[in-house]
């Protein structure tokens, strides 16, 4: 299994930025055959969305309500994932979480890293 640990959350104001940094581990096979890897994140009262994920050959997909402000991208080498939010408004406060998809399917959660944006 793939093992995640998400960081780089924090407060900021509305405009602001953040960079979400997503770290994978586990056994070589696992890691090898990671696909897709995204950014999930979880409001309080809410279900848990996708935000954006990123094909091994660096093609991103963004949900409409980030489309624009957001970009994802990914290093293959170091097996990470990385979130750039920028323009952030108070709607985008959540628990950001990262997954990873391979030949035994969706990666466990992580912790996640809470992002809280003030007006």
């Known amino acids: 299994q793939v093992q995640l640990v998400e960081s780089g959350g924090g407060l900021v104001q509305a405009g602001g930025s953040l960079r979400l940094s997503c770290a994978a581990s586990?056994?070589?096979?696992?890691?090898?055959?990671?696909?897709?890897m995204g950014w999930y994140r979880q409001a309080p009262g809410k279900q848990r969305e996708l935000v954006a994920n990123?094909?091994?050959?660096?093609?991103?997909n963004y949900a409409d309500s980030v489309q624009g402000r957001f970009t994802i991208t990914r290093d293959n080498g170091k097996n990470m994932v990385y979130l750039q939010m920028n323009s952030l408004k108070p709607e985008d406060t959540a628990v950001y979480y990262c997954?990873?998809?391979?030949?035994?399917?969706?990666?466990?959660w992580g912790q996640g890293t809470q992002v809280s944006v003030s007006s």
């Open positions: 997954a990873t998809w391979g030949v035994g399917g969706k990666s466990p």
């Open positions: 586990g056994s070589r096979f696992s890691i090898f055959s990671i696909s897709y």
């Open positions: 990123i094909t091994r050959s660096g093609n991103p």
